[in-house]
């Protein structure tokens, strides 16, 4: 009888070890799965990262662009560009050449 709890002893801790490698090979598989998945989510958001500050430094130029158009609009220089390209206006004196066609 001894030896028959002896070998049934034995025998549920076998079951017990392989229960317990079991759980462990799943965990293992599923905290492999997930660590994909998060370098695959984390190289997304690097990529989308650089988009962004690639946008953010086109803004940044536009808006340089921007305030350096406005001091121009504000030279007299170009108030006499806009004379004379949109109205036609020109210095009293000024000799205009037409092309003939």
């Given at each position: 009888m001894a030896r028959k709890a002896a070998y049934q002893k034995n025998r549920r801790n076998k079951t017990g070890k392989l229960?317990?490698?079991?759980?462990?090979?799943?965990?293992?598989?599923?905290v492999a799965?997930?660590?994909v998945e998060l370098r695959e989510k984390r190289a997304m958001y690097t990529a989308k990262e650089e988009a962004l500050m690639q946008e953010i430094e086109a803004e940044e130029a536009r808006t340089q662009e921007i305030?350096?158009?406005?001091k121009y609009t504000q030279t007299k220089k170009y108030v006499e560009e806009v004379a004379k390209e949109k109205l036609g206006l020109v210095y009293e004196g000024e000799i205009i050449?037409?092309?003939g066609n």
């Open positions: 229960l317990i490698i079991t759980v462990v090979l799943l965990m293992l598989v599923v799965v997930k660590s305030a350096e158009f406005e050449f037409k092309d």
